[in-house]
C-alpha cells in the first residue's frame, strides 16, 4: 500500500524536482547575465575616461601647437620680406597675383582641393591699409579646403617656409563625418605686396 500512495506522488516529486533544477539553471544564467552586463558596464566606464583622457590630450596639444604656430608666424612675421612685383601702377589684384599663384602653387603641389576662395582686398581693418595704403597692398582669401592630415600638415610646413610676408589669420579644421583621415579646413590668410620703387 505504501508503494500505491508512493506512485501517486511520483510525478509531482519529479514535477518539483524539474521546476528546482529549472530554478538554478535559470538563476545561474540570470546571475551570469548580470555579471556579464557589470563587465560591459565597466569597460564602457573605462572607455569613455580613457576618451575623456584622450580629448584633454588632443585641447592641451591643439593649443600647443597653435600657440607654437602663433609664434612661428611672429617669428616669421618680423624677418620676411614684403612680395614686389617687377611693374608699377597696378591695382591691388594685379599686385597681388603673383603672391596668390605662389599659394595656388603651393595647394596644388599638394594636392590640396580648394572649395570656394573669396577674396578682400585692400580691407580697411589692416594695419598696414591704414598706415600706408599707398605703400602696401593686402588681400584677405577665405578659403575651403579638403586635404588628408599629411597633405594639409606639409602644405602648413611649406607656407611657413614660404619666402615673403604674409598672415595666416585663422585655420579651423574638422574632420569628414564619412572619412575621419579627410579634412575639411576653413583657411583664412593674408597677402601682402610692396609697391615696387
Given at each position: ?8 506522488f511520483?510525478v ?29 558596464r ?10 575623456k ?14 600657440d607654437e604656430?602663433k ?12 612680395y614686389k ?36 582686398y ?14 602696401y ?38 574632420p ?14 593674408k597677402?601682402?605686396?610692396q609697391?615696387?620703387?
Open positions: 500500500m505504501d508503494n500505491e500512495k508512493l506512485k501517486q511520483i509531482p516529486i519529479l514535477i518539483v524536482v524539474v521546476a528546482l533544477i529549472a530554478a538554478v539553471y535559470l538563476s545561474m544564467q540570470v546571475v551570469q547575465n548580470v555579471q556579464d552586463i557589470m563587465g560591459y565597466n569597460d564602457i566606464e573605462a572607455k569613455e575616461q580613457l576618451l583622457e584622450k580629448k584633454n590630450q588632443l585641447e592641451k596639444f591643439m593649443k600647443e601647437e597653435a604656430a609664434k612661428a608666424a611672429e617669428d616669421a612675421a618680423k624677418s620676411k620680406p614684403f612685383p617687377a611693374a608699377t601702377g597696378m591695382n591691388t589684384e594685379a599686385i597681388i597675383q603673383g603672391e596668390f599663384t605662389e599659394i595656388l602653387e603651393l595647394i596644388r603641389v599638394n594636392k590640396i582641393k580648394v572649395r570656394t576662395i573669396k577674396y578682400e585692400d580691407p580697411q581693418d589692416d594695419a598696414f591699409v591704414k598706415g600706408a595704403g599707398g605703400k597692398k593686402a588681400a584677405r582669401l577665405h578659403m575651403e579646403m579638403i586635404a588628408t592630415y599629411t597633405n594639409y600638415n606639409n602644405f602648413l610646413k611649406e607656407l611657413y617656409k614660404h619666402e615673403h610676408f604674409l598672415d595666416i589669420q585663422s585655420v579651423e579644421v574638422v569628414y563625418r564619412k572619412n575621419k583621415q579627410i579634412l575639411l579646413i576653413n583657411f583664412k590668410i597677402l601682402y605686396s609697391e615696387a620703387n
